[in-house]
Protein backbone atom coordinates (compact mmCIF):
# COMPACT_ATOMS: atom_id res chain seq x y z
CA UNK A 1 0.00 0.00 0.00
CA UNK A 2 1.23 3.32 -0.60
CA UNK A 3 2.08 5.56 2.10
CA UNK A 4 3.20 9.58 2.22
CA UNK A 5 5.14 11.42 5.10
CA UNK A 6 5.07 15.18 5.59
CA UNK A 7 8.13 15.52 8.20
CA UNK A 8 7.17 18.78 8.80
CA UNK A 9 4.20 19.86 10.82
CA UNK A 10 4.45 23.42 10.86
CA UNK A 11 6.85 25.69 9.19
CA UNK A 12 7.17 29.67 9.52
CA UNK A 13 8.58 31.69 7.04
CA UNK A 14 9.28 35.46 6.18
CA UNK A 15 7.29 37.48 3.41
CA UNK A 16 9.21 37.13 0.50
CA UNK A 17 11.58 34.12 1.94
CA UNK A 18 11.70 31.33 -0.31
CA UNK A 19 9.90 28.06 0.64
CA UNK A 20 10.53 24.25 0.70
CA UNK A 21 7.91 21.71 2.13
CA UNK A 22 8.75 18.10 2.31
CA UNK A 23 7.57 15.06 1.09
CA UNK A 24 8.30 11.41 1.02
CA UNK A 25 6.49 8.74 -0.63
CA UNK A 26 6.18 5.39 -0.67
CA UNK A 27 4.74 3.23 -3.40
CA UNK A 28 6.20 0.11 -5.28
CA UNK A 29 5.57 1.43 -9.04
CA UNK A 30 5.73 4.73 -10.32
CA UNK A 31 3.40 7.00 -8.40
CA UNK A 32 1.43 10.15 -9.14
CA UNK A 33 2.19 12.63 -6.84
CA UNK A 34 -0.09 15.73 -5.52
CA UNK A 35 0.53 19.06 -3.79
CA UNK A 36 -3.17 20.59 -2.55
CA UNK A 37 -3.65 23.64 -0.45
CA UNK A 38 -6.25 24.07 2.00
CA UNK A 39 -7.13 27.50 3.73
CA UNK A 40 -8.94 27.84 6.91
CA UNK A 41 -12.73 26.81 6.33
CA UNK A 42 -12.12 25.38 2.30
CA UNK A 43 -11.71 22.21 0.85
CA UNK A 44 -8.55 21.22 -0.71
CA UNK A 45 -7.25 22.59 -3.90
CA UNK A 46 -5.19 21.02 -6.52
CA UNK A 47 -1.50 22.72 -7.01
CA UNK A 48 0.23 20.31 -8.99
CA UNK A 49 0.61 16.67 -10.00
CA UNK A 50 3.22 14.76 -11.03
CA UNK A 51 3.11 11.69 -12.98
CA UNK A 52 5.84 11.20 -15.82
CA UNK A 53 7.87 13.44 -17.66
CA UNK A 54 9.74 16.59 -16.46
CA UNK A 55 10.91 15.98 -13.14
CA UNK A 56 10.82 19.71 -12.32
CA UNK A 57 6.78 20.30 -12.37
CA UNK A 58 4.76 23.80 -12.54
CA UNK A 59 1.90 24.78 -10.52
CA UNK A 60 -0.53 27.35 -9.86
CA UNK A 61 -0.18 30.20 -7.67
CA UNK A 62 4.28 30.16 -8.46
CA UNK A 63 4.60 26.71 -6.89
CA UNK A 64 6.48 24.25 -7.92
CA UNK A 65 7.73 20.20 -7.14
CA UNK A 66 10.72 18.31 -8.13
CA UNK A 67 10.23 14.65 -8.18
CA UNK A 68 13.24 12.35 -7.32
CA UNK A 69 13.27 9.09 -7.66
CA UNK A 70 15.94 8.26 -5.90
CA UNK A 71 15.25 9.65 -2.60
CA UNK A 72 11.14 8.95 -3.17
CA UNK A 73 10.56 12.68 -2.59
CA UNK A 74 7.97 15.21 -4.12
CA UNK A 75 9.11 18.35 -2.14
CA UNK A 76 7.28 21.55 -3.11
CA UNK A 77 9.05 24.86 -3.35
CA UNK A 78 8.37 28.68 -3.74
CA UNK A 79 11.52 31.37 -4.30
CA UNK A 80 9.10 34.41 -2.39
CA UNK A 81 5.81 33.47 -0.22
CA UNK A 82 3.49 35.80 -0.06
CA UNK A 83 1.22 36.00 3.60
CA UNK A 84 -2.00 34.88 1.37
CA UNK A 85 0.01 31.60 0.92
CA UNK A 86 -0.57 30.80 4.96
CA UNK A 87 -2.36 27.79 4.74
CA UNK A 88 -2.30 23.82 5.05
CA UNK A 89 -0.54 21.95 2.75
CA UNK A 90 -0.96 18.20 1.70
CA UNK A 91 1.18 16.34 -0.09
CA UNK A 92 -0.76 13.16 -1.63
CA UNK A 93 0.32 9.85 -3.67
CA UNK A 94 -2.41 8.40 -6.10
CA UNK A 95 -2.04 4.66 -7.06
CA UNK A 96 -4.23 2.10 -8.76
CA UNK A 97 -6.93 0.27 -6.50
CA UNK A 98 -8.44 -2.10 -9.27
CA UNK A 99 -8.20 -0.29 -11.82
CA UNK A 100 -8.76 2.80 -10.67
CA UNK A 101 -7.06 5.78 -8.32
CA UNK A 102 -6.88 5.65 -5.06
CA UNK A 103 -5.40 8.77 -3.31
CA UNK A 104 -3.60 8.49 0.15
CA UNK A 105 -2.85 12.19 1.81
CA UNK A 106 0.21 13.06 4.24
CA UNK A 107 -0.48 14.71 7.58
CA UNK A 108 -0.01 17.96 6.07
CA UNK A 109 2.31 20.79 7.20
CA UNK A 110 0.74 24.02 8.33
CA UNK A 111 2.36 27.31 7.07
CA UNK A 112 2.79 30.78 8.52
CA UNK A 113 3.82 33.45 7.46
CA UNK A 114 4.99 36.64 9.19
CA UNK A 115 5.47 39.97 8.19
CA UNK B 1 -20.99 27.96 -9.98
CA UNK B 2 -19.64 26.06 -7.94
CA UNK B 3 -17.87 22.85 -8.97
CA UNK B 4 -18.68 20.56 -6.26
CA UNK B 5 -20.88 21.49 -3.95
CA UNK B 6 -21.76 19.86 -0.51
CA UNK B 7 -24.60 20.40 1.83
CA UNK B 8 -25.31 21.57 4.93
CA UNK B 9 -21.81 23.40 5.59
CA UNK B 10 -22.25 23.17 9.31
CA UNK B 11 -24.52 20.22 10.60
CA UNK B 12 -24.45 19.86 15.06
CA UNK B 13 -26.35 16.83 15.74
CA UNK B 14 -27.62 14.41 18.88
CA UNK B 15 -26.09 11.01 19.35
CA UNK B 16 -28.17 8.55 18.00
CA UNK B 17 -29.48 10.46 15.71
CA UNK B 18 -29.47 9.50 11.21
CA UNK B 19 -28.44 12.78 9.17
CA UNK B 20 -27.07 12.93 5.37
CA UNK B 21 -24.70 14.91 3.50
CA UNK B 22 -26.14 15.48 -0.02
CA UNK B 23 -23.02 16.63 -2.63
CA UNK B 24 -23.07 17.55 -6.34
CA UNK B 25 -20.80 18.43 -9.05
CA UNK B 26 -21.50 20.34 -12.30
CA UNK B 27 -18.48 19.21 -13.92
CA UNK B 28 -19.06 16.26 -15.51
CA UNK B 29 -16.61 13.91 -13.61
CA UNK B 30 -16.76 10.12 -13.87
CA UNK B 31 -15.76 9.25 -10.18
CA UNK B 32 -16.92 10.92 -6.90
CA UNK B 33 -15.28 10.54 -3.17
CA UNK B 34 -16.20 10.80 0.49
CA UNK B 35 -13.42 11.46 2.72
CA UNK B 36 -13.19 12.25 6.59
CA UNK B 37 -10.67 14.69 8.08
CA UNK B 38 -10.20 14.59 12.15
CA UNK B 39 -9.00 17.20 14.36
CA UNK B 40 -5.24 16.78 13.22
CA UNK B 41 -6.21 17.58 9.65
CA UNK B 42 -5.64 13.85 8.51
CA UNK B 43 -7.58 12.96 5.75
CA UNK B 44 -9.09 9.54 5.14
CA UNK B 45 -10.97 8.19 2.59
CA UNK B 46 -14.09 6.49 3.26
CA UNK B 47 -16.10 5.77 -0.19
CA UNK B 48 -15.93 5.73 -4.01
CA UNK B 49 -18.27 5.93 -6.68
CA UNK B 50 -17.28 5.40 -10.25
CA UNK B 51 -20.34 5.81 -12.97
CA UNK B 52 -22.90 5.41 -9.84
CA UNK B 53 -21.46 2.37 -8.72
CA UNK B 54 -19.22 1.26 -5.63
CA UNK B 55 -15.49 0.92 -6.34
CA UNK B 56 -13.81 1.61 -2.99
CA UNK B 57 -14.95 1.06 0.61
CA UNK B 58 -12.68 1.72 3.20
CA UNK B 59 -12.84 0.32 6.28
CA UNK B 60 -15.64 2.23 8.00
CA UNK B 61 -18.13 1.75 10.42
CA UNK B 62 -21.59 -0.17 8.27
CA UNK B 63 -23.20 3.36 10.20
CA UNK B 64 -22.64 4.88 7.06
CA UNK B 65 -23.97 4.38 4.21
CA UNK B 66 -23.17 6.13 0.62
CA UNK B 67 -25.60 6.86 -2.38
CA UNK B 68 -24.93 7.74 -5.76
CA UNK B 69 -28.22 8.28 -7.86
CA UNK B 70 -26.21 9.55 -10.44
CA UNK B 71 -23.30 10.06 -11.40
CA UNK B 72 -23.22 13.98 -9.98
CA UNK B 73 -24.48 13.47 -6.66
CA UNK B 74 -22.93 11.12 -4.21
CA UNK B 75 -25.02 11.27 -0.60
CA UNK B 76 -23.31 10.14 2.75
CA UNK B 77 -26.27 9.04 5.31
CA UNK B 78 -24.94 8.15 8.95
CA UNK B 79 -27.08 5.89 11.28
CA UNK B 80 -27.00 6.52 14.82
CA UNK B 81 -24.40 8.85 14.88
CA UNK B 82 -21.76 8.99 17.67
CA UNK B 83 -19.34 11.30 19.23
CA UNK B 84 -16.17 10.17 17.47
CA UNK B 85 -18.23 10.82 13.91
CA UNK B 86 -17.49 14.61 14.52
CA UNK B 87 -15.24 15.61 12.38
CA UNK B 88 -15.26 17.42 7.96
CA UNK B 89 -16.56 15.66 5.86
CA UNK B 90 -15.50 16.15 2.07
CA UNK B 91 -16.79 15.17 -0.91
CA UNK B 92 -14.76 15.54 -4.16
CA UNK B 93 -14.96 14.16 -7.70
CA UNK B 94 -12.36 13.15 -10.42
CA UNK B 95 -12.56 12.61 -14.29
CA UNK B 96 -11.81 8.80 -14.49
CA UNK B 97 -8.64 7.75 -15.44
CA UNK B 98 -5.29 7.99 -13.30
CA UNK B 99 -3.24 11.13 -12.20
CA UNK B 100 -6.49 13.49 -12.72
CA UNK B 101 -6.10 15.19 -9.30
CA UNK B 102 -9.54 15.38 -7.15
CA UNK B 103 -11.66 18.76 -6.97
CA UNK B 104 -13.05 19.29 -3.49
CA UNK B 105 -16.41 20.88 -1.93
CA UNK B 106 -16.34 23.21 0.95
CA UNK B 107 -16.24 20.67 3.02
CA UNK B 108 -19.57 19.63 6.42
CA UNK B 109 -18.87 20.47 9.83
CA UNK B 110 -20.51 17.85 11.45
CA UNK B 111 -20.23 18.01 15.31
CA UNK B 112 -22.04 15.47 17.20
CA UNK B 113 -23.09 16.36 21.04
Known amino acids: AQSVTQPDIHITVSEGASLELRCNYS??????LFWYVQSPGQGLQLLLK??????LVQGIKGFEAEFKRSQSSFNLRKPSVHWSDAAEYFC?????????????FGTGTKLQVIP | DTAVSQTPKYLVTQMGNDKSIKCEQNLGHDTMYWYKQDSKKFLKIMFSYNNKELIINETVPNRFSPKSPDKAHLNLHINSLELGDSAVYFCASSQGGQGSGYTFGSGTRLTVV
Open chain 1, 27 to 32: YGATPY
Open chain 1, 92 to 104: AVGANSGGYQKVT
Open chain 1, 50 to 55: YFSGDT
